[in-house]
Each structure stands twice: as C-alpha cells, then as structure tokens.
C-alpha cells in the first residue's frame, strides 16, 4: 500500500493502515532504514510490576545511565517481586513539588510522586517516593503486585489508558529519534480525537530493546510494542481503543495488541510470550 498525496499539500490524503505495515515487517521497508523483522515475541523482560517515578524534565534531558540512588535502591527492592522502575515524564502527569532533579547531584535528597502497575493489583498512585520511605514503599509495591492492595488512580479513572514512548535519545539515538517521533504522533492523534481526558502519554527513559525503537508500553493491559513509526500513530491507537472498548475482563492470556509489533506482556515470561504470541 503506498501513500496517496496531495500535489500543493503537504497532508497525507490516506494514512497506511495496519495490514500495510504489518506486510512491511515481514518484508521490505519504506519508513525506516531498521531490517525486517518476523517475530517481536518474547523480547520483554519477565516482570511483574511496572513503577514510574514522575520527573519534571523529559527523557531527551536525562543522562545516558541514571546515578540516582533512590532509583538503584527501589531496583534492588524491585527484585523481591519481580518489579521493574523507571523514570517517566508527561504533561499531563502530577510531579512532586518539592524536588526537580533526577538524583545526579551528590548528597541531594530525592523526592518523586510515583505510578505502578501491575496484572494483579490494577493502578495505583504514590504521592511520595524518597530515601527515607523506601522500604515502606516497597512494601506496598510488593502487596500490589500480588493484588493485595485496591486500584486507585490520579484521576478516578478505571477507563484510563496509559501510554509511554521510550524517547531517551542520550541512551541510544534510535530511542530519541524514532521515539520521538512516535511520541509526536501519538500526542498530536490523542489530541485530535480529544482524548486527553481518557488517554494520558508519557515519554520513559531507557526500558530495554534499543533496535526494537519505538517502543511502546500500554497499560493497563502491560503489552509492549516495538519498531513502530510516526506513521503507525492512529492504527496502533485504533487498535488499543478499541481493546479498552470491549470492557471486556483482561487477562495474561488475553489476544496480544498489535500483534506484528508485539514484544510481550507484563507478568509473562519469554517462552509464555512466544506462545501466546503464536496463538494470535
């Protein structure tokens, strides 16, 4: 399927649909000089959480690796659930007043206003994330993560999507580049639908798989995509709506999201990705 465009516009007079880039991944590519490639599944680290610490700057600002203790300390906790942690930022998102930094100055002391996710435990919200709570955080993180704890979210919001762009150039250019192209295109496509309400996005530091750039996670669902493209915006966001329209009871054995660009699944492990990936 090629691009139709008006001659004296510069507007797309017909966006490439799904089927059309799902041909391109398997065979050759127009949109980016990355190599084909046949399967994505299993690429996703196994875990069972997904915390995101709210930065007042965007990813294209942070360093190439974090030196932030607060981080490094949930990490190591993060281990006892099987729980990932990274940096996130958003317009949208509620930051902590008290502190603006990302823990690069020595002896600074790190506060953040957090989001988990997880299968079991849904959304939830921390107000405030430091050093000296720690291991209560932790805690509660380990309790959401085996669903003991009720979902909550910023907003109220059980129909919240919650979308992040890996977008963390100084990491690897692909991520800053193609992701923020993706980012762009997302932001700009939610907008014109007049979706921020229902739809929030957000931009990540470095979440593994620099070639699979853009990446993509999506939550609640906790499906990661990658080797998306500018182009690929109002598809990829076709599709999930249309997920979150069926209302229907999501499970880890549910049919992958976008299953040509599909990485994998929060709660799932390598070899359960690929199988349920070949399902589909």
Same mark, same amino acid.
């Given at each position: ?6 001659? !004296? ?34 690429? +996703?680290?196994?875990?069972?959480? $997904? ?8 990813? #294209? ?7 932030? &203790? ?5 990490? #190591? ?7 990932? +942690? ?16 990302? !823990?690069?100055? /020595?002896?600074?002391?790190?506060? $953040?206003?957090?989001?988990?996710? =997880?299968?079991?435990?849904? *959304? ?5 994330? =430091? ?7 932790? /805690? ?25 762009? *890996?977008?963390?150039?100084? #990491? ?15 932001? /700009? ?28 996670? +999506?939550? &609640?669902?906790?499906?990661?995509? !990658? ?6 915006? &109002? ?24 299953? &040509? ?17 070949? #399902?589909?």
């Amino acid at each position: 399927m090629h691009l139709q465009i008006i001659i !004296g516009s510069s507007k797309l007079a017909r966006i490439p649909s799904l089927a059309s880039r799902i041909k391109k991944l398997t065979g050759s590519r127009h949109f980016s000089s990355t190599p084909p490639v046949r399967s994505l599944a299993g690429t +996703v680290a196994p875990h069972h959480s $997904y915390l995101l610490l709210h930065t007042h700057r965007p990813p #294209r600002e942070y360093p190439a690796r974090s030196n932030s &203790p607060l981080l490094h300390a949930l990490t #190591r906790h993060a281990l006892a659930w099987g729980g990932l +942690v990274n940096f996130s930022w958003s317009e949208q998102q509620a930051v902590h007043p008290g502190y603006v930094g990302l !823990g690069e100055a /020595k002896g600074e002391e790190e506060f $953040y206003r957090a989001t988990a996710f =997880s299968h079991a435990g849904g *959304c939830i919200d921390i107000p405030e994330v =430091s050093l000296a709570n720690v291991s209560s955080v932790a /805690k509660t993180l380990y309790s959401h993560a085996l669903g003991d704890l009720p979902a909550t979210t910023p907003d109220k919001s059980i129909d919240k999507l919650h979308l992040y762009v *890996c977008t963390h150039g100084e #990491r690897d250019c692909r991520c800053g580049d193609t992701g923020g192209e993706v980012a762009g295109a997302l932001r /700009k496509e939610i907008s014109r639908r007049g979706l921020t309400q229902h739809v929030s996005l957000g931009e990540v530091a470095h979440v593994g798989g620099h070639k699979y750039a853009a990446n993509l996670l +999506v939550f &609640p669902f906790g499906d990661w995509l !990658g080797m998306l493209q500018g182009i690929d915006a &109002p598809a990829v966001l076709d599709e999930i709506l249309e997920r979150r329209s069926q209302r229907a009871v999501e499970s880890l054995q549910s049919a992958p999201l976008c299953p &040509p660009f599909w990485r994998g699944r929060m709660g799932l492990n390598k070899q359960d990705q690929i199988a349920l990936h070949s #399902r589909s």
